[in-house]
């Protein structure tokens, strides 16, 4: 029997596994498969990842050099050849799924991805996606290539979708300990699925078929990206009638059952929030209905810059001052606290107005040191070192993202304008504007 | 001086409570006040309510007769006379604040009694509101009318709004353990609120104004009306998928941060979720902003009775029956499970629609042993017992709210047609509909 084979490496360990795509999601991963004594090739297109690895080096701010020079070398086999998918008995898929131009999903890497490795696939694989993705995705876009080379999905190679959960950056949860959910095409794919996933996540939660798994994902996403979008929402309302929403939300975060407190910002960042809810407003197309809250929330979420630039030019403005010819600094370029990762940060797109305004533009984040390449977004900027000098020569500082590591008595202090993004700052002062 | 006096006898317990307004909320809080050791006199225009609770009754199921009889006589004392306002050194208000017929606040009860207080208050005393209402009312509503009668709020009179955060049918809360929000007119309201509080429940959250207070209670509550409403959507797109929403939320559940699980039903019921958050929405025009994600709920929350129906019709269509001179059974008429509650509940509208259409409406609800007098339905019903034979005799039985008492595996084997609002029956078997 092909599955039992396959269940049976795969529970002694004997089995190589392949993690294509070495990011926020797949690194974490291979670092686990390696930890508990598998086999691992990584791919990536991206040579210059494979390279640093190959070196012993990370990538990413939150994973240790050292986790990864221990594995090199020996059970970690980082390259860019995809021909060694030949070697592997399971594929973990963890590219990126993004949004075109028009908001619509991009499945590129997915479907390249597949089309790529199909002639090293073989019988006795298991194949999981991990990319948040719609309902249907592995069904539809997945199963039909595999089948197209004559092997039968749930009898020669099995094929499941079990969404990724990192949360980079979180310190009480890791790979092993986050739950994993999974769907198999068939019974035989899931049972393929769980003995892929039993030795490194503490705790399996299979579901019905892959959709179900595909859409847990997006909804736990869904869920974010509205109960953001409804706190920046009241985070106005309540701006006007001259409440402080963040006074608000921590009061009723007292309640001890019924409530879940989620906080207002300048806007959502990474690479799920503002994307993944979108995937399904485009499948639900397809079906004749509606994601009404996942639209209204898109729209109050990618106002937010606007909103905070509209303080900023007030804040400004009633110290006789145009935003044409001042100096800002933004605090945080990341999307979230503690966090090196600026993908989607309404950051950038807050310093993007602010510079078409005609602001000099400087910003200060002590995770990126320097203002990363992006496709979308050019800056030529390094990260301000924070002194009281410095601090006190921008007519404006906007506390965008509230990382740990500033100082900020040292910021309010000296800050001749301070505007505050995430309620860090007691109201009253002169100096402080909410935004 | 007046205030020092207050919060003397507050402490030690000597001075006499007055609440206004005996129901789900006022009631709790009468006999908490009671069991500590204060003086009560509950008020309420329900003379009824006053006889039930002299003869030592209760007339809210969760509430046991033996607290009350325990209390009346000796500390308690029910009347409907608010001359005896005269007596008390605390007077909190626990009235309604419904809706009027254009969704518009109607603070008729608030300001009624506020009315008919006014000519027994007196110096030395401490006004408290728990009834939901939008930010401005204690100041704007209450404060002038105190004012009027030639008190200074927070030197004669102290002021404050402390919101209610009762859970009927909650075994893990109850007054004491829910901690309190308060907020007040001025710094010596707030402290003579704090005293008030201090000995019947067991935290106290100061908040720095009445109008923070008031948007505490009503974003607890937007909360819950959005997070339903983004499942009762979610809940339409999933049955088109042809995906168990029921599944994907308890998947996504063991997700061990950043989800909360809210699940869909038929449709939302009580004093609470379909009436507060129309509150804020009402406050917000005046300062000219939106509220459209509370909108969206109340849209999308309002229209899953007529879904649920739409269910029920294509489920007799399939047998080919009509409506129309079916028989239907509602399993469930309170709002909620395990309470007696039907105010603004789902079942209702939905046994409404079913009757316009011609069927022939039966309930069962272990709670509510005859269908209660109601301002806008009426109904001449009693609980229908469950048995094989009363079960088998409908053409189709409708799970609306899925009481811990209904016996669920009677139900599944003797229902001909079993809509489900509550994900409580496996999907599959042939008489099984999911609404």
């Known amino acids: 029997m092909t599955q039992s084979k396959l269940i049976d490496k795969l529970s002694n360990k004997t089995a190589t596994i392949g993690i294509v795509g070495l990011g926020y999601v797949g690194l974490p991963l291979v670092l686990r498969y390696c930890e508990v004594g598998y086999r691992v090739i990584g791919f990536d297109v991206d040579q210059s990842k494979v390279s640093a690895l190959l070196e012993g080096k990370s990538y990413i701010e939150h994973i240790g050099s050292d986790k990864i020079a221990r594995f090199v070398g020996s059970s970690l086999q980082p390259t860019s050849d995809l021909s060694r998918v030949k070697e592997v008995d399971a594929l973990i898929f963890c590219v990126p799924t993004p949004l075109g131009r028009h908001r619509e999903p991009d499945l590129s890497f997915v479907v390249g991805t597949i089309e790529s490795v199909a002639p090293y696939l073989h019988p006795g694989m298991v194949l999981s996606l991990e990319s948040t993705t719609y309902p249907g995705t592995t069904d539809e876009e997945l199963k039909p290539r595999i089948e197209a080379l004559g092997f039968v999905v749930g009898k020669d190679i099995f094929l499941v979708f079990s969404p990724e959960r990192e949360d980079p950056g979180n310190p009480m949860f890791s790979t092993q300990t986050i739950p994993k959910v999974c769907g198999g095409c068939t019974k035989e794919c899931l049972q393929a699925g769980i003995a892929l996933y039993d030795k490194v996540v503490d705790t399996i939660v299979p579901v019905s078929s892959t959709?179900?798994?595909?859409?847990?994902?997006?909804?736990?996403?869904?869920?974010?990206?509205?109960?953001?979008?409804?706190?920046?929402?009241?985070?106005?309302?309540?701006?006007?009638?001259?409440?402080?929403?963040?006074?608000?939300i921590r009061a009723a975060a007292t309640k001890p059952f019924g409530f879940v407190p989620y906080y207002p910002g300048p806007g959502i960042g990474g690479h799920c929030i503002p994307i993944d809810p979108f995937y399904l407003t485009w499948k639900a197309r397809e079906f004749g209905v509606h994601t009404r809250f996942i639209e209204l929330a898109g729209e109050v979420n990618s106002s937010m810059p606007d909103y905070v630039v509209s303080k900023i030019v007030d804040g400004l403005n009633s110290r006789k001052k145009a935003v044409s010819g001042s100096r800002i600094l933004i605090l945080g370029l990341a999307y979230k606290k503690n966090v090196d990762d600026s993908r989607e940060s309404p950051s950038v797109v807050i310093m993007e107005r602010l510079r078409d305004l005609g602001a000099q533009i400087s910003y200060a984040d002590p995770?990126?040191?320097?203002?990363?390449?992006?496709r979308a977004h050019r800056f030529s900027l390094s990260s301000v070192a924070l002194t009281e000098e410095s601090i006190s020569s921008f007519d404006c500082v906007v506390l965008a993202t509230d990382h740990d590591r500033f100082d900020y008595d040292l910021i309010r202090t000296n800050a001749r304008l301070l505007v505050d993004c995430r309620g860090r700052f007691a109201e009253g002062a002169p100096n402080i504007v909410r935004a």
Do not use: C, S, W, Y
């Not at 798994?213 to 974010?224: D, G, M, P, S």
């Open 211 to 248: 959709r179900a798994a595909e859409l847990t994902k997006l909804l736990e996403n869904i869920h974010r990206a509205v109960n953001i979008g409804l706190v920046n929402e009241m985070k106005v309302v309540a701006d006007r009638m001259n409440i402080d929403l963040h006074e608000v």
């Open 367 to 374: 995770h990126i040191p320097a203002f990363p390449v992006m």
